[in-house]
């Protein structure tokens, strides 16, 4: 596996990470203090989910029966857990790819604050975000990882 990772944090509990990945499995197994909790509306308000950790889901359209895919505003993550968070499906950074190739990227017209804003972020352990436009992620959620903490 081929991991190429920049981290820049932003706060104690969360990090902006721009990062090439490949290689993916999913585990379903866990520690009741390793967990995420996802909500709809920001300060989490209306309908919401609960997955518990270690996961990996490359999307999120079948999320107990429905479509969460860009859907998510507000988040709890649990003591023992880190949450990261894809705009794209299957944990993807596209124009990360693109950067690799200047003459490309700038012909498509994507710009270097294009290449930033596709990212994922962490979330480390206890954290709670009441509102992920905050961070420009407002409903841009569609793949998610959680790791337990031991």
Request: charged letters at 20%; glycine letters at 6%.
């Amino acid at each position: 596996m081929n991991l190429m990772k920049l981290v820049t944090c932003a706060f104690k509990t969360i990090c902006i990470v721009y990062a090439i990945v490949g290689g993916v499995s999913t585990a379903y197994a866990g520690d009741e203090n390793c967990w995420a909790e996802f909500f709809l509306h920001s300060n989490y308000a209306g309908p919401h989910f609960r997955l518990a950790g270690p996961i990996q889901l490359e999307n999120l359209l079948n999320i107990k029966g429905e479509n969460w895919a860009s859907r998510i505003d507000s988040l709890k993550v649990g003591p023992k857990a880190t949450l990261i968070v894809f705009e794209n499906t299957n944990f993807k950074l596209t124009l990360k790819e693109i950067a690799k190739y200047p003459d490309l990227m700038h012909s498509l017209g994507v710009t270097e604050q294009d290449v930033r804003e596709d990212a994922e972020l962490i979330f480390g352990a206890n954290a709670t975000i009441h509102d992920l436009s905050d961070f420009n992620f407002h409903h841009k959620i569609r793949s998610l990882k959680i790791d337990c903490i031991k």
